[in-house]
T-cell receptor
């Protein structure tokens, strides 16, 4: 099975611009989670989507948004970029725990490294 | 609040054994995960514990004590390729993963 893919891998933007990142989960995985990772910080949870619905959301401002399509692919958007948004953005997909709609082990994509100048 | 503590950095020698500890206080508990992350790469899944005790998987073992809010990852027969960050994560009552800041493990020859 192909792993989680993310595009683009690297991105350079300037303050005030907006950006859209894409994530394709492992085939059959319906849960997609997004994280922000900065040096010295743990992974900060952004949101989780399941069956095109946002199920969980972290403590990020409304500039960060996402969506999921019927094929489980997901996008996240950051509007009005700030210098502090420079980070590695990771997407993880998971299947469901047997007999439930609860997420199982998460598998990560390679990430998109966003630099805001 | 929710809190996960891991040492920031550890150093060990090739061929030796190292134990990386993780203590946690979270709202609910639905399992503890360990991930390995090499510099510049994505985290990769190592182990999952939901019941107390030791889970062994080759050179890696993970232990959990739910009553103590404590886990450790044990790495045996260390190899240079084990140099990486090791991330502890708890699945809370909302089935959301809460992550520690990670432990950077440096292996010396």
């Amino acid at each position: 099975k192909a792993g989680v893919t993310q595009t683009p891998r690297y991105l350079i933007k300037t303050r005030g611009q907006q950006v859209t990142l894409s994530c394709s989960p492992i085939s059959g995985h319906r849960s997609v989670s997004w994280y922000q990772q900065t040096p010295g910080q743990g992974l900060q949870f952004l949101f989780e989507y399941f069956s095109e619905t946002q199920r969980n959301k972290g403590n990020f401002p409304g500039r960060f948004s996402g969506r999921q399509f019927s094929n489980s692919r997901s996008e996240m958007n950051v509007s009005t970029l700030e210098l502090g948004d420079s980070a590695l953005y990771l997407c993880a997909s998971s299947s469901l725990q047997v007999g439930t709609s609860l997420p199982d082990t998460q598998y990560f994509g390679p990430g998109t490294r966003l630099t805001v100048l | 609040g929710q809190n996960i503590d891991q040492p920031t950095e550890m150093t060990a020698t090739e061929g030796a054994i190292v134990q990386i500890n993780c203590t946690y206080q979270t709202s609910g508990f639905n399992g503890l995960f360990w991930y390995q992350q090499h510099a510049g790469e994505a985290p990769t899944f190592l182990s999952y514990n939901v019941l107390d005790g030791l889970e062994e998987k080759g050179r890696f073992s993970s232990f959990l004590s739910r009553s103590k809010g404590y886990s450790y990852l044990l790495l045996k027969e260390l190899q240079m390729k084990d140099s990486a960050s090791y991330l502890c994560a708890i699945m809370d009552s909302n089935y959301q993963l809460i992550w520690g800041a990670g432990t950077k493990l440096i292996i010396k020859p």
